[in-house]
């Protein structure tokens, strides 16, 4: 199992321009819609939401104030992961549809811009094939506005991209810069969905041209920093996302991008001082603290890193990636009571993802004095016939008995390069861990050195060779 977080990708949005319309001078609610709205602009959603649903107390039909309220939950959703909030959203904006009697193309704005948030949430394509069909009705309208099209096409982009076709995406958001040519979110999601379709040398393209119209944005070095990243070129993505802090050393994201890639590059603990500045601006980032506590792992600072993992699952304890993290430096702690109980709870609250973690967890229960339990647990697994076994059920009858270490070892797919490094790495791993657990030290410590050697550094059996051998 890859050890390593993935890429952080912030790519910000603008999804409209908050402002319906100008409120009536003689509409006694006019002064709590303008605070409203500058509310939203400033990113208080709170008291947008606030100001809006005191208005709408007092004038159940007014629709700016539910356009307007629409916006704030939908955004506030999306900021915090709350989908019955942008849910809220969607219904306060089909209100303000409603009682415009559909006047309003702007209305249109966050019921489509939640839709999206919603199909990406939830993994439901059918929120954004709804959101679709309503978009392509608004586009199909041979009134509207330059500026309305051009917002209407980047919401259609938009959704495009949860529905897997980021080429589709990227025509929308080419054609709203050639109507609105400042379209800053257009502008930033262009290269992204170039990259995404597999076209590097567009995105490329596009990631230049946008450095060169908003120079002065740390968004826009930062984004072409990751895809930098992406393929491969971290000096590249250093100096981008250095870029970034240099024009705004407060933002955190470029901080911990870098950090990343420092991390990737292996350099743990460049690494650690960028996640540590990062924290020290957004102290409650639990991604953040588990990335930290992976570069202190990588140091052999084990205590340090159990601090901060420990922490990252307080601040989300529903994330089963940073609860299994926990658990591999617990095992690397040789803490397996610890290590079992983490791996089980990863393993409840993603069943599918962590079932790599069952070899991990057959160890640490053998190591517990839980080998009945153990075998117990895992029962099903010798008697699976050997072509139905995927890699992880070959270490698991490797642990068991079921098959010898030659069998474990003609197992491995040859087919692709990378693949063959990490089912090697781990194969003598948890040969090592059957020979340690048997008191066969040299056998182990020799096994332990043949994972080191596959320098697949990514990689928790990589890591657990090197607290086994003290290698750092």
């Known amino acids: 199992m890859s050890r390593l977080i993935p890429l952080l990708i912030f790519c910000v949005v603008i999804p409209f321009t908050a402002a319906a319309q100008t409120p009536d001078a003689n509409d006694p609610f006019a002064q709590q819609k303008i605070q409203a709205d500058q509310a939203q602009q400033q990113g208080d959603f709170a008291k947008s939401i606030e100001l809006t649903s005191q208005v709408l107390q007092q004038k159940p039909d007014d629709h700016v104030a539910f356009y307007l309220r629409a916006s704030a939950r939908v955004e506030s959703g999306r900021e915090q992961g ?15 549809i409603r009682f415009s009697q559909n006047q309003n193309v702007n209305y249109y704005l966050p019921y489509l811009f939640g839709m999206m948030n919603l199909a990406v949430m939830e993994n439901k394509k059918s929120h954004a094939e709804t959101a679709l069909n309503v978009a392509n009705q608004i586009l199909a309208r041979p009134n509207l506005t330059p500026e309305e099209r051009a917002n209407f096409h980047y919401q259609r982009g938009m959704i495009y991209l949860p529905l897997n076709k980021p080429q589709d995406a990227a025509n929308d958001f080419a054609e709203t810069i050639k109507l609105s040519p400042d379209h800053f979110a257009a502008q930033l999601a262009l290269p992204d969905a170039y990259a995404l379709a597999g076209n590097n040398e567009m995105a490329l393209a596009s990631f230049n041209q ?24 971290l000096q590249e993505a250093i100096n981008d996302f250095s870029r970034a802090i240099q ?15 420092y991390l990737e590059g292996g350099n743990p603990q460049t690494a650690e001082a960028d996640l540590t500045q990062s924290l020290s601006i957004a102290p409650n980032q639990p991604f953040v603290l588990g990335m930290r506590g992976e570069a202190r792992l990588l140091q052999g600072n084990i205590a340090q890193a159990l601090v901060d993992q420990k922490q990252a699952v307080q601040l989300d304890p529903q994330n089963a990636a940073l609860h299994s993290d926990l658990g591999f430096s617990y095992f690397f702690s040789q803490d397996f009571p610890a290590a079992i109980a983490e791996f089980n709870l990863a393993a409840q609250l ?14 640490a229960m053998v190591r517990s004095d839980q080998k009945a339990a153990a075998d117990a647990k895992f029962q099903s697994t010798p008697s699976q016939k050997p072509d139905t076994r995927d890699s992880v059920d070959n270490l698991l009858a490797f642990l068991m008995g079921a098959i010898s270490e030659a069998d474990l070892i003609k197992a491995i797919d040859v087919k692709d390069q990378e693949r063959t490094k990490a089912q090697t790495c781990e194969a003598h791993f948890f040969i090592g861990e059957k020979a340690l657990i048997a008191g066969d030290n040299a056998t182990a410590t020799q096994n332990f050195q043949q994972a080191l050697n596959t320098n697949m550094k990514n990689l928790s059996a990589y890591r657990g060779a090197q607290y086994a051998l003290k290698k750092f």
């Open 82 to 96: 709350n989908a019955q909030t942008i849910r809220d959203g969607v219904g306060d904006a089909r209100e303000a």
């Open 210 to 233: 946008v450095v060169q119209k908003q120079p002065n944005s740390p968004v826009v070095y930062n984004n072409r920093a990751m895809f930098y990243q992406q393929q491969g070129k």
């Open 350 to 363: 993603a069943p599918e993802q962590m079932k790599v973690l069952n070899p991990w967890l057959y160890v």
């Open 247 to 261: 024009i705004d050393p407060q933002y955190h994201h470029a901080i911990t991008n870098r950090g990343f890639a």
